[in-house]
């Protein structure tokens, strides 16, 4: 079995009490209080099927008061040329050097497990095969890869993939040889439109796992997760923005609140996207620091 390094499980901070409820906020005082904006994508710009109602304002706001500002996302489906590519004809000003993915995370993964140049299963677009780094790339029923990469729910036949993944994974366990999967998108679900959700990439994460725990209990391999709310992602967004004072915005508690607050950062819950802010059920450590109508009209 491949020996990999995970990045390590966020800590969060316990200084809010998820009983306390985050006082509302606005784009102005958001722009009074803070010197640069982290943002998740989906959810707080965009949905499936092209911008949020006055994202592209919200962007032209953050430059003309001289806010720099990145997107942080966990989507692994497309480099950030492609993304940015994407958001312009959506109408977004985002240029590739705005964007902080996942998937570009995937590389340096795979040189710091000493995994670069080794036989590689990669589910996902033809956008993502990028992010192999070069590895040879081979089908889901090739016996030889020695990872696995689970960058998007979509660009396959998802459960015939799926499965002859999960045939392969169990044989070469049988056989002990080695086995790294990696899912550079933790997402369990993203915002497709509207009041539509659909699956997002870390489902499988969580399906392989399963069941590879049926067949071999606590020595099946876990998968390492690289996007938020893992650390690398923000370290990388936060060294690339430069600024003493910054805030994230997303629309998912379990991974843009959880990871900002253990970050350092003031994160802000942006209410277009797939959480929504209850104090019952939502424990301390992704307690927002802020609740945000949306990023459009105010």
């Known amino acids: 079995m491949a020996r990999t390094t995970p990045p390590t499980a966020p800590t969060p901070p316990t200084s809010r009490a998820a009983s306390t409820p985050p006082a509302c906020t606005t784009v102005a005082a958001l722009l009074r209080q803070y010197d640069g904006f982290l943002l998740d994508a989906y959810g707080v710009l965009v949905h499936g099927g092209g911008q ?52 570009s995370l995937l590389p340096e993964w795979l040189a710091h497990n000493g995994l670069r140049g080794v036989p590689t299963c990669l589910l996902g ?17 090739d016996r030889t890869w020695q990872v696995l990469a689970l960058c998007d729910e979509a660009g396959f036949d998802f459960l015939a993939a799926m499965d002859a993944a999960l045939s392969t994974a169990i044989h070469r366990l049988d056989r002990g040889l080695p086995v790294a999967i990696v899912a550079p998108n933790p997402d369990l679900i993203y915002n497709a439109a509207p009041a539509r959700f659909g699956f997002a990439a870390g ?25 938020k709310p893992h650390g690398p992602i923000f370290a990388a967004a ?61």
Do not use: H
């Open 238 to 298: 936060i060294a690339r923005l430069g600024v003493k004072n910054p805030v994230m915005l997303g629309d998912q508690l379990a991974t843009d609140v959880l990871g900002a607050r253990c970050a350092g950062l003031d994160a802000v819950l942006v209410g277009t996207g797939v959480s929504s802010w209850q104090a019952n059920r939502v424990p301390p450590s992704e307690a927002p620091t802020w609740l945000l109508a949306t990023v459009g009209a105010e």
């Open 52 to 103: 949020l109602p006055g994202a592209a304002a919200f962007l032209r706001q953050l430059d003309a008061a001289g806010k720099p500002w990145l997107i942080v996302t966990n989507d692994a489906s497309k480099t950030p040329a492609n993304a940015a590519e994407r958001y312009q004809a959506w109408g977004l000003p985002v240029a590739a050097d705005r964007i902080v993915s996942s998937g």
């Open 203 to 227: 489902t499988m994460a969580r399906m392989l796992s399963d069941a590879l725990r049926l067949r071999f209990g606590e020595a099946a391999p876990t998968p390492t997760l690289l996007g």
């Open 125 to 141: 677009p033809a956008s993502a095969r990028a992010f192999a780094g070069g590895n040879p790339l081979v089908a889901p029923g």
